[in-house]
Nanobody, 124 residues
Framework: QVQLVESGGGVVQAGGSLRLSCTAS????????IGWFRQAPGLEREFVAA????????EYADSVKGRFTISRDNTKNMVYLQMTSLKPEDTAVYSC?????????????????WGQGTQVTVSS
């Protein structure tokens, strides 16, 4: 079983940047695909980005393509989400999750382990 902790959230003005980190412990991190998801108040949790265990493939939601970049460092048990050109509609709680399946998947219900989340607020 792997434990996940997110960090790096905060308040930023529209057009600004933030880098979120997801730190893993307690499991073989390099065997898991990792996804980032977000949930705004009153809305469903939605997929943001995902990366395979080997970092050979990535996937992005259309709403963040060209602005967000997911990466990982298996030597440090960490995954990052670099967010640029932030918009007010990016405001949400961002969570990372681990998936034991080898396929790169985007549905939250398919992920096995979750962090508690970190708040990102983008002011206009």
């Amino acid at each position: 079983q792997v434990q996940l902790v997110e960090s790096g959230g905060g308040v930023v003005q529209a057009g600004g940047s933030l880098r979120l980190s997801c730190t893993a412990s307690g499991g073989t991190f390099s065997r898991y695909n990792i996804g980032w998801f977000r949930q705004a108040p009153g809305l469903e949790r939605e997929f943001v980005a995902a990366i395979t265990y080997s970092a050979s493939r990535t996937e992005y939601a259309d709403s963040v393509k060209g602005r967000f970049t997911i990466s990982r460092d298996n030597t440090k048990n960490m995954v990052y989400l670099q967010m640029t050109s932030l918009k007010p509609e990016d405001t949400a709680v961002y969570s990372c999750a681990a998936d034991r399946n080898f396929l790169l998947r985007t549905a939250p219900r398919l992920y096995d382990y979750w962090g508690q989340g970190t708040q990102v607020t983008v002011s206009s």
